[in-house]
């Protein structure tokens, strides 16, 4: 069965610290990737996406995820992160060519930054 | 863009009541819409989606329903609440005709049902 591991539940930094949230997947084909964050108070968005192409991919606010095949990982990073990062970080993937009632999510990454 | 509402933000039920949470969506037609839970320690479980009224898809057999009365109304339901049911609720959108590849989804804030 398909799956998602985020294996870093709860990740507490200090301000200007780099990051790097893990996340493995377990799928037999294809996949795009996705990154969902959830600021405290506010919904769950899309941070970045990966379909094709270059594994390295960018996102807002200075994120990138990088997909590594012959790993199936897809991690994400930050050089620098700052108290406005402070939220919960999903993993989630996809079969190509499939809908998102095909889509995975992973257990979550609590992140809280100090000041 | 889209907007989604979902309410009540909290709910408290005891076990055996009904349960009703809503979703409306703003900004799009002929939505794609789902119904997630997510309980502590575990990701997001899609529990249903809908590609149209009155077409409701189940991921997962459970204590729960779902409606789509109007094209953008979305209603999870339950005639009776389990201990189990506990949980967060987010309902989610997506345009119509466009894959997880196109198109992100966009959730609403959620509802956090507990049942006593």
């Known amino acids: 069965a398909q799956s998602v591991s985020q294996h870093n539940h709860h990740v507490i930094l200090s301000e200007a610290a780099s990051l790097e949230l893990g996340c493995n997947y377990s799928?037999?084909?294809?996949?795009?990737l996705f990154w969902y964050v959830q600021y405290p108070g506010q919904h769950l968005q899309l941070l970045l996406k990966?379909?094709?192409?270059?594994?390295l991919v960018k996102g807002i606010k200075g994120f990138e995820a990088e997909f590594i095949k012959s790993k199936f990982s897809f991690n994400l990073r930050k050089p620098s992160v700052q108290w406005s990062d402070t939220a919960e970080y999903f993993c989630?993937?996809?079969?190509?060519?499939?809908?998102?009632?095909?889509?995975?999510f992973g257990t979550g990454t609590r992140l809280t930054i100090i000041p | 863009s889209q907007t989604i509402h979902q309410w009540p933000a909290t709910l408290v039920q005891p076990v055996g009541s009904p349960l009703s949470l809503e979703c409306t969506v703003e900004?799009?037609?002929?939505?794609?819409l789902y119904w997630y839970r997510q309980a502590a320690g575990r990701g997001l479980q899609l529990l249903f989606y809908?590609?149209?009224?009155?077409?409701i898809s189940s991921e997962v057999p459970q204590n729960l329903s779902a409606s789509r009365p109007q094209d953008r109304q979305f209603i999870l339901s339950s005639k009776k609440l389990l201990l189990s049911d506990s949980g967060f609720y987010l309902c989610?959108?997506?345009?119509?005709?466009?894959?997880?590849?196109?198109?992100?989804?966009?959730f609403g804030n959620g509802t956090r049902l507990t049942v006593t």
């Open positions: 799928y037999g084909g294809t996949v795009n």
């Open positions: 990966y379909f094709s192409g270059d594994p």
């Open positions: 900004g799009t037609s002929n939505p794609n």
């Open positions: 989630a993937v996809n079969l190509r060519n499939f809908g998102n009632e095909k889509l995975t």
């Open positions: 809908s590609v149209g009224i009155g077409q």
């Open positions: 989610a959108s997506q345009g119509q005709g466009t894959s997880s590849y196109n198109s992100p989804l966009h």
